[in-house]
């Protein structure tokens, strides 16, 4: 961990969440609990349907739970409305997906750009934060290309570039290797890792490989629609 005295960064409380299936409700969260560290990369393992892409969707505010409380250092995501949680997800979270989720019709540097424009940020320093970005990410020169002339290691670059371009506290990944090979995969976890630990961010990482689960700080499991620390089971 980056800090002597971290901070919490991710407060989760009696977090519980269901969904209609088959007529009736199909609960995957259950009074969950956990604290995530500022600084603190945690990996978030469970079997496919376990509620992983739920729980980053709570946490980002793009859902809301049934019951329970998620606090984003100091701020309660769960109270706030609609505007509110896209604003502050716009603002403090970069998420990265398994299929990269790019707009097809921008290209590179328009996929970027449009998270720092949606942020309000000027013209001059987006530019530069672009270029500087896409070289981070091993990207220098392709700001002009599509996403459909990358190979899909590329194409995870950029959406890891985007999650990153407006400097996020907290960063969510939902499998963001799963759709790659292992070589790819192991140069994409070690991208997102060298990028976002040493500003202090905080990484939340769902996926079902025990060799990236490892990677990290701590492991939280999904069993029975709760969240257990497994760090040292899988060590």
């Known amino acids: 961990m980056n800090s002597i005295n971290p901070s919490v960064s991710i407060r989760i409380k009696n977090l519980s969440k269901s969904y209609p299936e088959g007529g009736k409700l199909h609960s995957v969260l259950r009074k969950a609990n956990a604290e995530i560290l500022s600084g603190e990369t945690v990996a978030l393992l469970g079997r496919s349907g376990s509620g992983k892409s739920t729980l980053l969707n709570l946490i980002s505010g793009i859902d809301k739970p049934d019951e329970g409380e998620i606090t984003i250092d100091d701020h309660q995501v769960t109270s706030m409305s609609d505007r509110e949680r896209t604003i ?79 400097k996020p506290a907290i960063v969510l990944a939902d499998e963001p290797t799963g759709n790659l090979d292992e070589t790819t995969a192991d140069e994409i976890w070690k991208l997102l890792d060298t990028l976002v630990r040493p500003s202090g961010g905080t990484i939340l990482l769902a996926t079902h490989s025990i060799a990236a689960a490892r990677r990290c700080d701590r492991i939280l499991e999904i069993v029975d629609g709760n969240l257990a620390d497994r760090s040292e089971s899988y060590r």
């Open 88 to 166: 502050f997800r716009r603002r403090d979270i970069g998420f990265v997906y398994q299929f990269f989720n790019l707009i097809p019709t921008l290209n590179v540097g328009e996929n970027l750009r449009l998270v720092l424009e949606l942020n309000k940020h000027g013209a001059d320093s987006t530019a530069k934060q672009c270029k500087a970005l896409l070289d981070a990410v091993g990207l220098k020169g392709r700001e002009d290309s599509y996403p459909d002339t990358l190979s899909g290691g590329e194409q995870q670059r950029v959406a890891i570039a985007r999650a990153l371009i407006h």
